[in-house]
């Protein structure tokens, strides 16, 4: 594994740039991207969230560019200027012109929210039905499609994001998978294999192995990120990224920035 391409720093939720830059540097990687959390939506909610949240890389990003120079000057290892944007297809024409005023090295793209709600949040979903489950899950699902056909973004993150909380998992069909297989092979932009929560009580890579089974039949191709936001993530999660491409024969592709 050369590259991380899926790191946090606190211009978001993770940990000091420069800890997270010694962090790659001690895994032996070539490279490492800080694409910090950034949603540019202007419905109530979602602006609600980000102010409690305190992510405010729209606001900060330029800061934070002079800052990854700055690491880049100190650490034997490449640090990209990337960014982790909410998608929703609402906001769409948004994210457009954000991206292209700041001008990223990249963008990676993420489905995080569903009725405007953080995914993670497993009881505002557990409260859900069955049924009602079962169409947020194809919600996102079209959400997925929907983020890789607009080629907005180099790479979509944890496609399958859903299956972290334990209130939506085991709702994904195998007709949603091949509708973002072949989305994905149609795409500009690339899947990610995401180590988030790998290790963790979720103990799942993303995609999950039947998506990615079913990725590989149309053949896309994967960038590796560990989505870390603290440096002993970065160093736990390169190995177990390496071993995990390995053990499936992937052969991860790098992105020309």
């Known amino acids: 594994m050369n590259v991380d391409y899926h790191t946090h720093s606190t211009y978001s939720d993770g940990r000091f740039l420069w800890s997270m830059c010694r962090a790659a540097e001690s895994a032996e990687l070539e490279a490492i991207g800080i694409a910090d959390h950034c949603n540019v939506s202007s419905r109530e909610k979602q602006v609600a969230a980000k102010k409690a949240l305190g992510f405010n890389l729209d606001a900060t990003y330029e800061r934070r560019r002079d800052a990854i120079e700055t690491m880049n000057d100190r650490f034997d290892v490449r640090v990209y200027d990337a960014v982790e944007m909410d998608f929703d297809s609402r906001d769409a024409d948004a994210i457009a012109e954000f991206l292209a005023d700041a001008a990223f090295e990249y963008a990676i793209g993420s489905v995080h929210h ?37 080629e907005l973004f180099e790479i979509a993150a944890h496609v399958d994001l859903i299956e972290r909380n334990p209130a939506l998992r085991g709702f994904a069909t195998d007709e949603q998978y091949h509708a973002v297989a072949a989305a994905a092979a149609e795409s500009r932009t690339v899947v990610e294999i995401n180590a988030g929560r790998a290790l963790g009580e979720y103990g799942e890579f993303h995609p999950t192995p039947r998506f990615l089974e079913i990725l590989g039949e149309y053949g896309v191709e994967f960038v590796l990120g560990t989505d870390s936001h603290t440096p002993d993530e970065v160093r736990n999660r390169v190995d177990a990224l390496e071993k995990f491409a390995l053990t499936h024969g992937i052969d991860p592709v790098e992105l020309d920035v």
Request: hydrophobic share 45%; aromatic share 10%; no cysteine.
């Open 114 to 150: 569903l009725e405007d709600v953080n995914i993670h949040i497993e009881p505002y979903f557990a409260s859900k039905s069955d049924s009602e489950r079962e169409a947020l899950v194809e919600q996102f699902f079209e959400e997925a499609v929907a983020l890789l056909e607009s």
